[in-house]
C-alpha cells in the first residue's frame, strides 16, 4: 500500500463489513478487480471509498454460514491433543467470569445445563452448594471426558443447534465461547428459553463485535497486496446491539448484555494463529480458502506488527466477549408499572426534595 | 489406560431419559437395552450410547 492514508480507509470500509451478523447473510467472497461484493447481494463496496449497500430480502432459513462438521472435527482435534491444557487460558478466564456471574445470583439451582461445556471450563469454577445437578453439553467426546468437577454431573453429546432436552427442564443455563458457531443463533436462543424452567435465568459468554480485528485487517491488507483481492479469515461477529434484540425475540426479559476487552499479547501473528488452532477456533466458514500463501502469511505477520505491535515486539490480539443475562418470564418477576399508574407528573420531578417513600 | 478401562464399564443412566428428548422432533425417547441405543420410535432413528454418554447429534443417528 502506498501510504498510511488508505490504509484507514480500507479499515474503515471494513469495519461496516465486520458489523454484520451471521443472520445478515453476510458472506464477502468475489475478489476482482477492486471490487468487493457479497454472495448475497447484501453488499458490494466499489473501490475502497463509495460503497453502496442493498438490503436483500431475508428468508427464513437461508443462514449456513459454518462448515459445522468441520467445527466439530477442529473441536475434537483439538481436545485430542496431549498438550492441549495450555490453550485453555481463554475458555478458562471467560469460564471464571460467567461463573462469577452465576454467583452474583442468589440462589441454589437445583439442575443446571452447560451448553458447549468444552473441558468443563466454567463448571471447575462453580461449587455444588450453587449448582446441585449439572448437565454438561458438548459436540466433541473428547472434551466432555477431559476434567472431572466436584458437582455431580451428566455428559450429553449434542450439537448446540439441535438441544435434545425437554421443555421446562433446567433452572440456569450457561454457556461460554460457544454460540459464535452456530449457524443459526435466534433458533438456539428460542431453545435455550424452551429447555429453561419459568424463572430460569441463561447466562452466556460468546465473541463478538470486533474480535482479531487485528489478525482480520492484517490478513486483508496482505492479501489484498499479493493476491489482488482477500477472502475471509475471520468470521462473521455478532454486534452487540443485536444481541438484546436477539434475546428479547427468544422471549426473554429482564436483559443485561455487557461487553468485555480481553487483549491478549502473543510474540508474533503465527503464534496467534497457533493457538486460534489449538483452541479448536479455526475458521470453518463455507466459503473459507482452502490454503493461504506462505508469501501472504509473512506479509500479513509483518503488517500485523507494524500497525499493531507494541513497543517490546509482541502483538495484541482482542477478544471481545459478549456476556448476555436473560430470564424465561414468571410471574414473580418484577414488572413495571400499568401505565397510567403514576400519581406524579414528570413535570413536578424538579419539585420533589425528599425521596417519594417519605412523602407517602 | 487405567482410567480409560474404567469409563468402558460405565453404564447408561436411565434417569436421563426424564430430562432428553429427541433433539429433531422433542419428543421422549426409549432406551434399548440389547443395543445399548435411545430409540426415536417415530422417526425410526436411534442414537448411539458410548461408554455411558448418550450421542444425540442427528448426523451420528442410524435409521432403524
Known sequence: ?360 | DGVKDKEHKQSFDTSLLEFLVCPLSKKPLRYDEKTNELINEELGISYPIIDGIPNLIPQDARMI
Open chain 1, 1 to 360: 500500500l502506498d501510504n498510511m492514508n488508505n490504509v484507514f480507509i480500507v479499515r474503515r470500509a471494513f469495519s461496516t463489513s465486520c458489523m454484520l451478523c451471521p443472520w445478515r447473510r453476510a458472506r464477502k467472497v468475489v475478489l476482482s478487480s477492486g471490487q468487493l461484493a457479497h454472495q448475497s447481494q447484501g453488499l458490494v463496496f466499489k473501490g475502497c471509498t463509495n460503497f453502496k449497500r442493498w438490503f436483500s430480502s431475508r428468508t427464513a432459513n437461508s443462514m449456513n454460514i459454518f462448515d459445522r462438521n468441520m467445527k466439530r472435527r477442529q473441536k475434537n482435534w483439538a481436545a485430542a491433543l496431549q498438550d492441549g491444557d495450555k490453550y485453555h487460558y481463554l475458555r478458562d478466564e471467560v469460564g471464571s467470569r460467567v461463573a462469577d456471574r452465576v454467583f452474583d445470583i442468589a440462589r441454589t439451582f437445583p439442575l443446571a445445563l452447560d451448553i458447549g461445556c468444552g473441558a468443563s471450563h466454567i463448571a471447575l469454577h462453580l461449587n455444588k452448594e450453587t449448582i446441585e445437578k449439572l448437565f454438561l453439553m458438548d459436540v466433541t467426546v473428547n472434551a466432555l471426558k477431559l476434567k472431572e468437577t466436584e458437582i455431580p454431573t451428566y455428559r450429553v453429546l449434542a450439537d448446540e443447534e439441535f438441544l435434545p432436552f425437554k421443555e421446562n427442564t433446567f433452572d440456569l443455563v450457561v454457556s461460554s465461547l460457544s454460540l459464535h458457531w452456530i449457524n443459526d443463533l435466534p433458533g438456539a436462543f428460542r431453545q435455550i428459553h424452551h429447555v429453561l424452567k419459568p424463572d430460569g435465568v441463561f447466562i452466556g459468554a460468546m465473541v463478538g463485535g470486533e474480535t482479531l480485528y487485528e489478525l482480520r485487517c492484517s490478513l486483508q491488507l496482505a492479501e489484498l497486496e499479493r493476491e489482488g483481492g482477500f477472502a475471509p479469515h475471520v468470521s462473521p461477529y455478532t454486534a452487540v446491539t443485536d444481541l438484546g434484540n436477539l434475546l428479547g425475540q427468544a422471549g426473554f426479559n429482564m436483559l443485561t448484555v455487557d461487553i468485555d476487552d480481553i487483549q491478549v499479547y502473543y510474540p508474533g501473528m503465527f503464534e496467534v494463529l497457533n493457538d486460534l488452532q489449538g483452541m479448536g477456533e479455526s475458521n470453518c466458514a463455507w466459503n473459507r480458502k482452502p490454503m493461504l500463501h506462505r508469501d501472504t502469511m509473512l506479509a500479513a505477520a509483518a503488517i500485523y506488527k507494524e500497525m499493531y505491535g507494541s513497543e517490546d515486539g509482541s502483538v495484541p490480539a482482542t477478544f471481545e466477549i459478549l456476556y448476555m443475562i436473560g430470564w424465561k418470564p414468571h410471574e414473580s418477576q418484577a414488572k413495571p408499572a400499568k401505565r397510567g399508574s403514576a400519581n406524579m407528573s414528570f413535570g413536578d420531578l424538579g419539585k420533589i426534595i425528599q425521596p417519594p417513600s417519605k412523602k407517602q
